[in-house]
Each structure stands twice: as structure tokens, then as C-alpha cells.
């Protein structure tokens, strides 16, 4: 193994990442030319993160943070794992296909050792100005507390837990490499499901991690059951500081001896899992027997679709679990069910105790999932087309095709989360049946006018850019088109708000729900407009 080779290699591997990001054929400038950006954000966070740290809990007793700030030091060294892991995981998931990695490497004269050094490097430089601001952070409050020491120790373990997770991911992307190659031919649909759910737990879990709350809860969990799971590798750097604190200088010696050889142990599994699977196993095309090509409209054209709208519909239904990128829409529902059951608790709904609002809260925050997921699944129809936009627009389709089309992949997805919230009102929330008609009738309503709002926003604001991970939206697209929802759905609720501030809410629900459905009614009517305007306007310049 050659360092030199291996920084050199990790710089370039930096900058090809960051240069991909530009548009395609244009000539890189600025951060695009030399990416020193995250060198400078890590050189000026860490003291900056020191001195607002300290000067924030100037007025706060040490006593009051002390227990808190050494519960999370010792949970320190997971927590920088885990982060250079999930950054690179999800490069690895989300960056488009048209950006995945060439074979060009093989033909260097560079050893798997090397290589493995300089992409872990290359990882924990992207990740750098997080580690500096929680390292930052953290020596602000051991200036606040008194725990230089502890600081010391615990940064040093912290900067061997980015290095064990970053070990850990080459091999976690050699085996998938071979994986991917393997299942790519034999089981196509298997190897999608798994990315798929792979994905979503990648997604949940960073989301969750960032959470304040939450994360307060692991920090207090970790740091109390951790003492007896020795046996577990992963947390020797952590039992590490725990013999520290307790002035046990044999122990904390021993595993910190144990946390570099695990690092180096994951090091050379990586290079050996590198050197195995190099080069991708090549795959075999088979080909079945000539059949006649026949259309089908199935359940989606029972629902009165054209056979062209129903061919469109499904190609953006699989697309959620087809395409890398669009697997972050399908963790968004889900990422608000363990919210709410996090912070509810898992038996809410069965807790006899629980009052009739604490119910109804946790079922309308599971709701904001679904209406999330129909948002921006419209947002992205017409981005999420491409570099293949022009295909669409010369198939015999209409725009008012095209629209109903991107409606209903929005809302479909949907709606059986919708049906099984219903469901849970009815059993455990057990409103009148006027109130539940209402909450289908309202609810439905403001489903379609997310759908059609967000489309007409995404149909005005695409990005069709695809290197090296697509956005579909405009970033001024996303911002106008959050705003432009927002004030739509509280427009809808409105009178059914007013009816239950002024407390005539059940004398008043069927005025109110007639009131919110026609609003919903007239919104999405312009927005329908709007839509079919903004297609109109797409499809006139790629015909050009």
C-alpha cells in the first residue's frame, strides 16, 4: 500500500464526484474546478462551533449538562460510524444510474489496498464538516464542564469510529456490486425489492438520527444498556470511554486496543472483499419465446383510463421501486408512521387511557405522510421523465392525457393508506357516521388538490437534469410549490376550522364540509387549468 497514491487517488475521487454535478458538456468552475469548500467549512466550523457552544451555555450549570454531555460522548464514536456510513449508502442509492460507477479504475496501476484507503477517504471528506461542528460542539461543552480529558479521548475514538464505518461500507459496496450483478440476471424483482427496502431503512434511519427528540432517547438508552454488550464489536470504542469515566485504566486501555484492531480487521475484510469481487460478474441475456404484443387495461382502465394513460400510469408506478432516486417518496409516509409511534408510543390507539385527541393526533400525523407522498410524487411527474421527455411528447398522447395520467400516479399510491386510516378512525377513534362521511368526503378532496397543485407547480418548475442524482424539481420550484400547498390546504380546512374554534363543530360539520369541498372543488379546477397550460407549454417546446 502506497499513502501517496492513495490520498492522490481519494482527491480524485472527490472531485469527480463533485464535478459530476455540474451540467453536462459545461466547463467546471468554482467549487466544480477545485472542491476545497469542504476543507474550508471543516477549518472554520470547529471554532466557530466552539465559540457559539461556549458562549450559548455560558449561563447554564455545569452540573445541569454534565451527565447529558457524557452520555452522548460515550454514544460519540456509533454516532460518527453510523454517519460516515449513511452518507455514502445513501450516495450509493440515490445518484441516478446514468452516474454509476465505471470500470476506467481497473486500468490504473493501483492495488485494492490503495483503492479502499482512498474511497474511505474520499467518503470522510464529504462528511468532515459535520464532524467538525459535533466535535466543535462538543469541546465547546467541555470547556463549559470541565471534561477536557474526556473530550480528548472521546474525539480520538470518534475519528476511529468514522474509520470503521467507512471500512464497513467497502465491503458492504463490494458485496453489493456482487450482488447486484448476480440478481441483475436471476432475479430481477428480488434484487428490486431488496434495494427498495434497503433504501427506505437507509432514508428512515437518517431522518430519525437527525430528529432532536429521538435522538435524545437513543443517547439515554445507548449509554444505559450499553455496559453489558461486550460482546458486540461495534460498541468497543463506546465501553472504551465507560472504562474511562469509571477510572478503569485497564479497561479503557484494552478496548481501545480492541477498536484499532477492529478497524484494521475491517480494513483488510474490505480488501479482500475488493480484490474478490474487483470486477462485476458478467450476466447473460436470455430471450423467451416471440409473443404478439397485446395491450391491457386491467384494474387502473376499469377506473376509465385510455389504454396510453393506463400504459403511462404504470410505468410510473413501478418507476417508485425501479429507480434509485424515487425510493426517498416511498420513505416519506414511512418515516411519519415511526414519528408518530415514537413519539405517541406503539399503543396509542389500544391504551383504554388515551384520550379521544391523542388518537385522532396520531392517526392525522400518520395522514400528513400520505398527502406528503401524493405532494411530491405530482411535484416530480414531469421532471422524473428526463432526458426521455421528448419520447413522451412524440407518443400518441394528448396533454390532457399526460395530466390525467400524472394525477392519478399520484394519488393511487395513496389511497389504500387512506382507506386503512378510515378504517382506524372507525375502530378506535369510533366517531358518528356523519363525521366519518365528512372525513372521507374532505379528505379525498384535499388528496386530489395536493395531487393537482403539486403537478401544476412540477409541470411549470421540471429539472430534467439527471447527473449525478435527479431532482426533478427545480429547487424555486420546490420552495413556491410547498408555499403554494400549504395556503391551498389551509383554504380547504378553513371553514371546518373556524366551526371548531368557535366549538359549533357537529351542529356545523355539514355546512363546513360543504364549504371545504367546494373550495377544493375551485382550486383544483385552476389547478387542472394550470396543468394542462403548463404540459401544453412543455410539449410545444420539445416539439421545437
Not at 46 to 51: E, K, M, S
Not at 103 to 127: C, H, K, M, Q, R
Not at 217 to 237: L, N, T
Not at 364 to 392: C, K, N, V
Request: proline content about 4%; overall charge positive; glycine content about 8%.
Amino acid at each position: 500500500m502506497n499513502p501517496r497514491i492513495a490520498v492522490r487517488l481519494a482527491s480524485i475521487l472527490a472531485l469527480s464526484s463533485v464535478r459530476a454535478q455540474r451540467a453536462r458538456g459545461s466547463t467546471p468552475t468554482g467549487f466544480a474546478k477545485s472542491p476545497k469548500l469542504n476543507m474550508y467549512l471543516s477549518l472554520g466550523g470547529f471554532p466557530l462551533a466552539v465559540i457559539l457552544t461556549y458562549g450559548i451555555v455560558g449561563d447554564i450549570g455545569s452540573l445541569q449538562i454534565g451527565l447529558l454531555y457524557s452520555q452522548f460522548m460515550i454514544f460519540l464514536p456509533s454516532l460518527m460510524a453510523v454517519l460516515s456510513m449513511m452518507y455514502s449508502l445513501m450516495f450509493e442509492f440515490s445518484q441516478s444510474s446514468s452516474a454509476a460507477s465505471t470500470d476506467l479504475i481497473n486500468w490504473l496501476p493501483i492495488g485494492a489496498e490503495d483503492f479502499v484507503l482512498a474511497s474511505s477517504l474520499a467518503s470522510l471528506y464529504f462528511i468532515s464538516p459535520i464532524v467538525s461542528i459535533i466535535l466543535g460542539v462538543s469541546l465547546g461543552l467541555a470547556a463549559h464542564t470541565g471534561f477536557f480529558t474526556l473530550w480528548v479521548f472521546s474525539a480520538v475514538l470518534g475519528l476511529v469510529g468514522c474509520f470503521i464505518g467507512a471500512f464497513i461500507l467497502e465491503v458492504a459496496r463490494a458485496l453489493l456490486n456482487r450482488a447486484a450483478s448476480a440478481l441483475s440476471g436471476r432475479a430481477g424483482r428480488s434484487a428490486l425489492i431488496a434495494r427498495t427496502l434497503t433504501s427506505i431503512v437507509l432514508i428512515v434511519v437518517i431522518t430519525l438520527l437527525f430528529n432532536t427528540g429521538i435522538l435524545l432517547r437513543i443517547v439515554g438508552w445507548f449509554a444505559g444498556s450499553i455496559a453489558g454488550a461486550w460482546f458486540v464489536p461495534i460498541i468497543w470504542p463506546s465501553l472504551a470511554i465507560i472504562n474511562s469515566l469509571y477510572g478503569n485504566v485497564a479497561g479503557a486501555v484494552l478496548y481501545t486496543v480492541l477498536s484499532l484492531a477492529l478497524t484494521l480487521t475491517f480494513f483488510f475484510a474490505a480488501v479482500t472483499a475488493r480484490v474478490r469481487y474487483w470486477v462485476p460478474t458478467p450476466f447473460s441475456v436470455k430471450l423467451g419465446p416471440m409473443r404478439a404484443y397485446a395491450p391491457r387495461r386491467g384494474l387502473i382502465g376499469m377506473l376509465g383510463f385510455t389504454t396510453a394513460e393506463t400504459a403511462m400510469i404504470r410505468k410510473d408506478l413501478r418507476s417508485l421501486v425501479r429507480r434509485r432516486e424515487m425510493v426517498s417518496m416511498i420513505a416519506i409516509p414511512v418515516m411519519m408512521v415511526l414519528m408518530a409511534v415514537i413519539q405517541s408510543g406503539p399503543n396509542v390507539l389500544w391504551d383504554p387511557a388515551a384520550s379521544t385527541g391523542a388518537k385522532t393526533s396520531f392517526i392525522i400525523q400518520i395522514g400528513f405522510g400520505m398527502l406528503f407522498l401524493t405532494f411530491y410524487l405530482a411535484l416530480s411527474g414531469i421532471g422524473q421523465e428526463g432526458g426521455m421527455m421528448d419520447a413522451l411528447v412524440a407518443a400518441p398522447l394528448g396533454s390532457r392525457q399526460i395530466v390525467r395520467a400524472k394525477i392519478a400516479a399520484a394519488v393511487l399510491p395513496s389511497i389504500p393508506g387512506g382507506l386503512v386510516l378510515l378504517s382506524l378512525v372507525a375502530v378506535f377513534v369510533q366517531p358518528g357516521w356523519e363525521v366519518l362521511l365528512t372525513a372521507t368526503a374532505v379528505g379525498f378532496s384535499v388528496l386530489l388538490e395536493v395531487a393537482i397543485v403539486g403537478l401544476a407547480v412540477g409541470a411549470r418548475y421540471p429539472d430534467f437534469s439527471e447527473i449525478p442524482r435527479a431532482r426533478f424539481i427545480s429547487r424555486e420550484g420546490a420552495l413556491i410549490g410547498m408555499l403554494v400547498e400549504g395556503v391551498c390546504s389551509i383554504a380547504t380546512l378553513l371553514p371546518i376550522i373556524l366551526m371548531a374554534y368557535i366549538g359549533v363543530i357537529r351542529s356545523g360539520l355539514p355546512v363546513a364540509a360543504v364549504l371545504s369541498i367546494a373550495i377544493a372543488t375551485v382550486i383544483c379546477y385552476m389547478g387542472y387549468r394550470a396543468c394542462l397550460s403548463a404540459v401544453r407549454q412543455l410539449t410545444m417546446e420539445a416539439a421545437v
